[in-house]
């Protein structure tokens, strides 16, 4: 009789290797992934997680070592071939067609698959299908451009759904999500899981990573530190290992600057069906947060103070003076900087280098009687990359080749050579690691120090507590709360994240 051997490992990795130029972004990785387990990968920016995701699902070849699928030697050319053996991947920058609707994005180049056979009543079937299983509400007609982030990250679970997929790799799946979107997702993967299928999880996020996956490998700098049980680790181990040392804490919050000049005075800012009879004030020196979820118009505010997006009523001043402006390049000219949300659409020329990214929006900083003077400007860049803690092989790298965290960085920089009067940041750290998110918010203690007025809108709430003077919430696009740093604490923020006109109602009825 014979007896199959059960795979152990689903995917295995031998002494795994991969060189960017210089750049040694894996060496000598030995990960077990198991069949039927959710895997995370956890590390610094730029420690190689994408980049061994990226290796499993076939959408970047390993240049040395092997790569171990189902007990066979795998050399993927391309993503296709790894789906065939059933692995796909949803991306870190996500990767669609922006004027297809939902349901083409799913099923999109697996028609061939089936030789040709899908016709639109199956498809439409199967997406029910596929939505109904996973509890994502998503009108398939609509287009993917037309979608939040939060709602193009779940077309393309489904896309790996629909594909059969057997392991998914999830590079930072809940960066861009609510609360509840997150908990949807955590529900998703452990149902992916009942299934028997393999999850691969990217994530910054510990306190996600205890809570879903079942080992976690720790990389730091290309090298594979260890694997290990979820259950035997904590938060601390785990940045322990990631980082090679412990975290400093975050130094007490100075009091607020409460007689600095007002520098932004908004007041009655409303746009119709995005933000109403908002009004904020934020001095020199002053770091006020902006909390609440995803969706709840803190951006919209933000856009609107910037000159991205109109508002119907309501004013804007700037150091007392009233402004309008009806672009972005207005509001830089008035030395109003606004770091944006997605780094992809508004923040970075990501096929030119690192260089000109940090210097392209400032030429009038760098130029002299029309003639740019490059030595300046790379000296400066250098200087901005040391700053902002980049991790790249030099300033002359094409930004794309960053990594995610890295890329976030650069953002960031591109300001710090202005120095603005007002500083705008739509969730500064979103995708940055531990070690850099600290390293970020010192840059942000450093500008308020030296007088700029500072918004940052942030999702999350440890870092709207460690870094604001002030904490706004905005809930249903209006500002529902305000606390001191001193009186701020997570359940008051939640409790008026979640905050609605009814709940309102019920609590005066409740009161009266
Ligand atoms: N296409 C590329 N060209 C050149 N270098 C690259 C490329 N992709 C990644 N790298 C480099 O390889 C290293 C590992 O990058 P990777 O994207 O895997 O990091 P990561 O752990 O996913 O980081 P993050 O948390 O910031 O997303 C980094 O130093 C990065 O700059
Ligand atoms: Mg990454």
Redesign the pocket.
């Known amino acids: 009789m014979e007896t199959q051997q059960p795979v152990e490992a689903h995917v295995e990795t031998r002494h795994l290797e991969?060189r960017?130029?210089g750049?040694h972004?894996?060496r000598d990785v030995n990960v077990q992934i198991h069949r039927g387990e959710v895997h995370a990968?956890v590390?610094?920016?730029?420690?190689?997680?994408?980049?061994?995701?990226?290796i499993i699902a076939g959408a970047?070849r390993h240049d040395g070592g092997t790569l171990v699928v189902n007990g066979k030697a795998a050399a993927y050319r391309a993503p296709m071939d790894a789906i065939r053996d059933g692995i796909a991947i949803i991306d870190?920058e996500l990767a669609m067609l922006p004027d297809r609707a939902v349901i083409d994005n799913v099923f999109l180049g697996i028609e061939r698959a089936h030789g040709g056979v899908l016709d639109n009543r199956s498809a439409r079937e199967e997406f029910e299908e596929l939505v109904a299983s996973t509890g994502f509400e998503l009108n398939p007609e609509t287009l993917v451009g037309d979608l939040r982030l939060a709602d193009q990250q779940k077309v393309e679970i489904l896309r790996a759904l629909a594909r059969r997929a057997d392991l998914i790799v999830m590079?930072?799946p809940s960066a861009a999500l609510t609360p509840g979107e997150v908990r949807q997702l955590h529900g998703v993967i452990r149902s992916l899981k009942a299934r028997g299928a393999t999850v691969v999880l990217?994530s910054?996020f510990l306190e996600e990573v205890l809570a879903v996956s079942d080992r976690v490998t720790i990389?730091r700098d290309?090298e594979h530190v260890r694997t290990a049980v979820t259950a035997d680790e904590t938060r601390e181990s785990i940045i322990h290992s990631m980082l090679g040392r412990h975290l400093t804490e975050p130094p007490e919050i100075a009091a607020a600057p409460d007689t600095a000049p007002v520098v932004l005075e908004v007041t009655g800012l409303t746009r119709p069906g995005h933000f109403e009879d908002v009004s904020l004030t934020v001095r020199a020196g002053e770091i006020v947060g902006i909390n609440g979820l995803v969706g709840a118009g803190r951006t919209e505010v933000c856009r609107a103070v910037f000159g991205a997006d109109r508002y119907r009523s309501g004013e804007v001043r700037l150091n007392g003076e009233r402004v309008r402006f009806r672009s972005p390049a207005e509001a830089i000219k008035a030395n109003v900087a606004m770091l944006p949300e997605n780094r992809k659409e508004l923040g970075l020329l990501m096929h030119r280098s690192v260089k000109e990214n940090l210097t392209l929006p400032h030429l009038d900083l760098f130029a002299r009687a029309g003639v740019l003077w490059s030595g300046r400007e790379r000296g400066e860049a250098e200087e901005l990359v040391t700053r902002a803690g980049v991790?790249?092989?030099s300033v002359d790298?094409?930004v794309?080749?960053?990594?995610?965290?890295?890329?976030?960085k650069v953002v960031l920089a591109k300001w710090l050579a202005k120095e603005p009067r007002l500083l705008i940041v739509d969730e500064p750290t979103r995708?940055?690691?531990i070690g850099a998110k600290s390293a970020i918010y010192d840059i942000l203690r450093e500008l308020a120090s030296r007088g700029i007025a500072i918004l940052v809108v942030s999702s999350e709430l440890d870092e709207v507590l460690e870094l604001s003077h002030r904490v706004l919430v905005m809930a249903r696009g209006r500002i529902v709360a305000e606390y001191d740093h001193h009186e701020a604490n997570k359940d008051l923020l939640l409790t008026a994240a979640f905050w609605t006109p009814e709940s309102e109602r019920t609590a005066q009825e409740a009161a009266a």
């Open positions: 991969k960017y130029g750049v972004a894996l990968l590390g610094e920016n730029g420690a190689g997680k994408s980049t061994l995701g990226k970047v870190q590079d930072e990217v910054h990389l290309g991790k790249t092989a790298a094409l794309s080749t960053l990594s995610g965290g890295n890329q976030q995708g940055v690691d």
